[in-house]
């Protein structure tokens, strides 16, 4: 195994999730499709949920960002909006050995999404766990500080019973965690956001969220170029369709087209889309994917037609609880 990345929180912005009155819509919509399809006995129940896949069938999440990234010999965290509570229920739900960490986590930025699911993360609670703080920002330690700060949070930074340490990284500089290498890219936000290029043995992950991906020639991408080539997995913002782009100019998000375009040209092999809008339905981001779809299959019939070579890219929007092995 080189890496495996599980993703605890795919939503953006805000914790979001259907109402009863969508759920019971959307519960209707599947009964009626089981019958729509000449399906009628019990025993047929299961292979129709297997033939619907899990994000049509039980949505895209709730929880905003936290992604987990392992290796044979660490892990690392980036972000901890709310899905990162659900990852440290696992944690502690585990051996007692794997509680104790240490933690790696890494921040890309401060907006409250991405910081909402911190003070749940129970390992800042246990005595003898080491914690560590990843961040180009400067101010790391004051921002993770205000996090656990009354009346916003109940328990004050310095009662925390864990060691907690913060390293303010270099950008554009690999940092090297056992068998891991990871490097900060900046990305395309109104505050100062950077992305991850995680290594281990020979496989990448590339972490682009958030990001509005104003940037897309390789001579305006820059120093920041090497975040997208040779990617084995890229995480890529697509909160928007493509025309809402330009209606929300300067918000910090992006459209699955314009991943793609990069995904072509750099020959990045997996792609997955996420920061989904906190307003958007499971129908909605099931229409945002047939939108890419058309795009895609645009792109190579006109690659073809002008006799033009492009590599097929497999792609897919993002769910949480997707676990994914490089």
Known sequence: MSLTVKFWGVRGSLPSSPSPYDWTNHIEGLLRGFFNAGLREPNQVTKYIESLGTAHLGGYGAATTCVEVRSA?????????????????????????????PFHIFMTHFHWDHIIGLPFFVPHFVPGVQVHYYAVQEDLEKLIRGVFLRPYFPVAFESLAAKIHFHVIEPREPLQLDDMTITPYKLDHPDACWGYRVECNKKVYSHCVDTEGTRVSREEMGADLPLYQKIDLMYFDAQYT???????????????QVGLDIAFREGVKHLLFAHHDPGASIQQVQELKRQTLEYYDWRLNTAKENNETLSAVQWDFAYEGLTLKL
């Open 242 to 256: 493509f025309p809402e782009l330009a209606e929300k100019a300067n918000w910090g998000h992006s459209a699955s």
């Open 73 to 101: 010999k660490n892990r690392i965290i980036i972000d901890g909006g709310s899905g990162i509570r659900s990852l440290s229920e696992q944690i502690m739900s585990g051996k007692a050995g794997a509680s104790k960490g």
